[in-house]
């Protein structure tokens, strides 16, 4: 089956830096990954979406690479602030009929003032 | 416009007793997933419905677990008898997604339902 692994349970970084998370994958062809956002007590918030034949991903302070050959997915924030503190899931899903969405273990990332 | 929405928020039951969440998914979206997330893990997929109809439900503890989507609308996940290692949160999740392109398969989750086994 397939396995989804973030680098590291808990990333800390000084406010103002840019903060890089890991998501590698195997046993697993995605069509396209997620990021997702999710604080204490609530359920995860969609991000970004990046397909197989994109390389980079933007959105404002966000951004994305995929590289399939890797297996590996790279999210950064730059800039980062307190309030980007919360745990962050990437989720790889397929282009067919089910739209399978399987989540990763997470990082949580804490910005430091 | 609405979010997903569940229910209850909170549960507390004894080992072996039964117990069901509820989900009233965005409207029109098609796709429903319903995830278990453990303490310190990322979500775990149990049961994706599309429309009505189960299409992935490969991970799910079938002698204990049952889930439905009555006209698919809401749904509700089931689990007969609990042991105490289902203490998690169980999240619901919607898309508009169809299948077939990466359009439109953002999930939008509800705040889960925390279940506590004792």
């Known amino acids: 089956s397939q396995k989804i692994e973030q680098n590291s349970e808990a990333l800390n970084i000084q406010e103002g830096k840019t903060a890089t998370l890991t998501c590698n994958y195997t046993n697993y062809s995605p069509a396209y990954l997620q990021w997702y956002r999710q604080d204490p007590g609530r359920g995860p918030v969609f991000l970004l979406l990046?397909?197989?034949?994109?390389k980079e991903k933007r959105k404002e302070r966000l951004k994305v690479t995929f590289d399939t050959t890797l297996k590996q997915s790279l999210f950064h924030i730059t800039a980062s602030q307190p309030a980007d503190s919360a745990t962050y899931l990437c989720?790889?899903?397929?282009?067919?009929?089910?739209?399978?969405?399987?989540f990763g273990t997470g990082t949580r990332l804490t910005v430091i003032p | 416009e609405a979010g997903v929405a569940q229910s209850p928020r909170y549960k507390i039951i004894e080992k072996r007793q039964s117990v069901a969440f509820w989900c009233n998914p965005i409207s029109g979206h098609a796709t429903l997933y319903w995830y278990q997330q453990i303490l310190g893990q990322g979500p775990k997929l149990l049961i994706q419905?599309?429309?009505?109809?189960?299409?992935?439900d490969s991970q799910l503890p079938k002698d204990r677990f049952s889930a439905e989507r009555l006209k698919g609308v809401d749904s509700t996940l089931k689990i007969q008898p609990a042991k105490l290692e289902d203490s998690a949160v169980y999240l619901c999740?919607?898309?508009?997604?169809?299948?077939?392109?990466?359009?439109?398969?953002?999930?939008?989750f509800g705040q889960g339902t925390r279940l506590t086994v004792v």
């Open positions: 999740a919607s898309s508009l997604a169809r299948g077939g392109t990466p359009l439109n398969t953002e999930a939008f």
């Open positions: 989720a790889l899903g397929k282009q067919t009929g089910a739209n399978n969405l399987f």
């Open positions: 990046i397909r197989e034949n994109e």
């Open positions: 419905f599309q429309n009505n109809g189960v299409v992935d």
